[in-house]
Nanobody, 123 residues
Framework: QVQLVESGGGSAQSGGSLRLSCAAS????????VAWFRQAPGKEREGVAT????????YKDSVRGRFTISRENAQNTQYRLQMDMLEPEDTAMYFC????????????????WGQGTQVTVSS
């Protein structure tokens, strides 16, 4: 089992930055793909970014060039989502997710989920 805990959400002005962190514990050596998802009120959850075992990344078109996903240590226990040039449309609950499979694109299903952290961007 793997447990994921997000932190770092909050409020920002349009054009500002926020950094989200995800702390993983448990059987983290099994993880091959990590991701960030988000869900805005009244909307479906959507994939934002993924990073695989080799550091290859995928991004949702609307965040590419503004958001950066990264692994912070070799132990697979810390992940980060740097969000720059924030827009009001980025307002959502953000979730960290992980999976053991090698496939690592936004369309994949994920095995483990955090509880989420709120991001609010005002214009």
């Amino acid at each position: 089992q793997v447990q994921l805990v997000e932190s770092g959400g909050g409020s920002a002005q349009s054009g500002g930055s926020l950094r989200l962190s995800c702390a993983a514990s448990g059987y983290t050596s099994s993880l091959r793909c990590v991701a960030w998802f988000r869900q805005a009120p009244g909307k479906e959850r959507e994939g934002v970014a993924t990073s695989d075992f080799y550091g290859r990344t995928h991004y949702k078109d609307s965040v590419r060039g503004r958001f950066t996903i990264s692994r912070e240590n070799a132990q697979n226990t810390q992940y980060r989502l740097q969000m720059d040039m924030l827009e009001p449309e980025d307002t959502a609950m953000y979730f960290c997710a992980a999976r053991a499979g090698l496939e690592c694109e936004l369309r994949q299903s994920f095995d483990y989920w955090g509880q989420g952290t709120q991001v609010t961007v005002s214009s």
